[in-house]
């Protein structure tokens, strides 16, 4: 959430200059709720969300608290950005003015004002560098398990699948930002809710697309379900929906992602799977890390949150939300 102790000064001014541009009065209650008054007196209270930029993909990726309701604030917002915004129910205003807000009897709707020439505020880097193509999987072993935040850095560098410097910058930027403090001569987790949002939100950007293996077609894909010894022995682990649909049996999947080192030239054999000209409905993906111990036949679940996430599908998306509250480990990180 929005942070005025974590934003400039001039950024908080953009926005309640906007604000008050559109006739409210503003009345900032905490460092994330904002109270907005009209001049009839009909009041809402936001927990106001700082995104440096929205794309159409995070728009109808990101994971927005349902309470208090979100107030995204951004530097600007293209119309089909801010179109799935409005689909989503997601209140908004952007630096050049764009709006929408909308409760009982109040409607804003401004569209079409032109990106700004010069960025309104400044955002704090806030670990920005641990954000990275490689930083992403140090993060996702991290969140993943939670107890590696006190491991050597060697490792943390081996089960990351990245270099030893990588580690060291990742962990020093976290522990500035806060993400990461000191107990004893361990290091823990912290703000775990809002790490996995930004981390969910990278891996659709920056990660999601670079693990690519390849994708196929299965004319029956309910063959994983009853292939858990076959994808052990293979190395191979079920995320995406499918792996979504074992921690939440109501989500059924229409695609299955597997995790692998490499092709499992065995198992596309033995189950049929066709290579894909455009899509398909299996997707093979490169397993990047090491488990501290034996593994499940599923991916740990914060991947399989981002993965909903990145699809871009509000169905998945509404699963993610779901797997979010039903999950053991993931409320654990949001209890970190």
Request: glycine share 8%.
């Amino acid at each position: 959430m929005f942070n005025l102790n974590e934003h400039d000064d001039s950024l908080y001014a953009e926005m309640r200059s906007r604000l008050q541009e559109l006739g409210f009065r503003v009345e900032v209650l905490a460092d994330a709720l904002v109270k907005l008054t009209t001049r009839s007196g009909a009041a809402r209270t936001y927990g106001v969300e700082f995104k440096r930029r929205m794309t159409a993909e995070l728009a109808t990726a990101v994971h927005f608290p349902p309470s208090p309701p979100p107030l995204l604030f951004t530097t600007y917002l293209s119309e089909p950005v801010a179109e799935r915004l409005r689909a989503r129910g997601v209140d908004y205003v952007d630096a050049a003015g764009n709006a929408h807000l909308s409760w009982d009897d109040v409607l804003i709707d401004v569209r079409g004002r032109r990106k700004p020439a010069v960025p309104a505020g400044r955002v704090s880097s806030r670990g920005a560098g641990a954000f990275g193509r490689a930083g992403l999987q140090v993060l996702f072993v991290l969140l993943s398990w939670p107890e590696t935040a006190a491991f050597p850095y060697r490792r943390l560098a081996e089960m990351s699948g990245v270099s030893l410097g990588t580690v060291k910058t990742v962990i020093d930027e976290l522990t500035r930002a806060g993400y990461l403090y000191e107990r004893g001569n361990e290091r823990r987790l912290a703000r775990g809710t809002e790490l996995l949002d930004r981390w969910s939100e990278a891996y659709s950007i920056t990660l999601d697309t670079s693990l690519a293996l390849g994708d196929f077609v299965a004319a029956d894909l309910s063959w994983w379900r009853d292939a858990e010894d076959d994808l052990l022995s293979s190395g191979v682990q079920v995320g995406g929906e499918a792996g979504a649909s074992l921690i939440d049996p109501r989500l059924r999947p229409a695609s299955l992602t597997l995790y692998a080192g490499e092709l499992p030239a065995r198992l596309i054999g033995r189950y049929r799977l066709a290579r894909a000209d455009n899509g398909g409905n299996v997707h093979i993906r490169r397993r990047f890390w090491q488990a501290p111990g034996p593994e499940s036949w599923i991916v740990p679940s914060p991947l399989i949150y981002a993965d909903l996430l990145a699809s871009g599908d509000p169905r998945q998306r509404e699963h993610g939300d779901r797997i979010r509250s039903d999950d053991d480990r993931l409320e654990r990180i949001d209890r970190t």
